[in-house]
């Protein structure tokens, strides 16, 4: 197979994902059950290397468009690229707002602080997501004894703040390359060159997270004076290539 060729790695998985989806326990199995069960539990395999597979292909052939401007109109913006098909868009802040945020903001009390209990909620939920992202920490996060946190965006920044000082981007680029699959084959891109439109992304983050990316980075603003439309999008992309092509010059 072609890794370079998105279209292929999109095709095989189709036919992957037909037999995984066989149930062998159907009537019509009846007497192939062994071997249907082994074809299931082999496809099954399959689609999920052929998904690492076009995660790294995008990753590879991707070019980061870090998206900054007033929220309305960067989701305006991720939103129609994405309908239109046009790019791949992950959230460079699901990680911390969607794995850790709800369970850690749960279990603060009244007093509004973090203690040892958010501590040790912590530590819990770094082993089952670095488990599924297949990251293991080789020691424990030194994490502070107690902080003030009045609102739930202050947790927020408090996870964030300390998972990076202790992790750098290296844990969140592992999340978004889970990312860049789930969102890519959703509408199912397969060009040559990727964009990836990257959102809520700190400044500090455009380095490590952009590394990432095999085609370079960019980083676009977007004015409440923009009018998000196709066209747009399209000079967008434009002034993304010059920008890349001229880093490249400087280098």
Do not use: C
Not at 141 to 152: D, E, F, G, H, V
Not at 170 to 190: F, P, Q, T, V
């Amino acid at each position: 197979m072609n890794t370079n060729n998105l279209e292929e790695i999109l095709k095989q998985l189709d036919v992957a994902e037909q037999t995984a989806s066989i149930d062998p326990n159907e009537p019509q199995y009846a007497r192939t059950r062994s071997g249907i069960e082994n074809s299931v539990k082999q496809a099954k395999e399959k689609v999920q290397k052929l998904k690492e597979d076009y995660a790294k292909t995008v990753q590879q052939n991707g070019v980061a468009i870090f998206l900054n401007g007033p929220s309305d109109k960067v989701q305006a913006f991720a939103k129609l690229v994405n309908d239109l098909g046009e790019a791949v868009v992950v959230d460079a802040e699901e990680l911390y707002a969607q794995r850790f945020l709800p369970v850690i903001e749960q279990s603060i009390g009244k007093s509004r602080e973090w203690t040892s209990t958010q501590s040790a909620i912590m530590h819990r939920l770094l082993g089952e997501v670095g488990k599924e992202l297949k990251v293991f920490l080789s020691r424990a996060l030194r994490l502070p004894n107690t902080a003030a946190l009045p609102t739930k965006q202050d947790t927020l920044n408090f996870i964030r703040n300390v998972m990076r000082e202790e992790l750098g981007d290296d844990y969140n680029a592992e999340y978004l390359k889970k990312s860049l699959a789930r969102e890519g084959l959703k509408i199912r891109y397969m060009g040559v060159v990727a964009p990836v439109i990257v959102v809520n992304a700190t400044p500090e983050e455009t380095i490590g997270l952009g590394q990432m990316f095999g085609r370079g980075k960019a980083t676009v603003t977007i004015t409440d004076e923009d009018n998000v439309t196709e066209e747009f999008i399209k000079a967008t992309f434009k002034h993304v290539q010059k920008q890349i092509k001229q880093n490249k010059n400087k280098q």
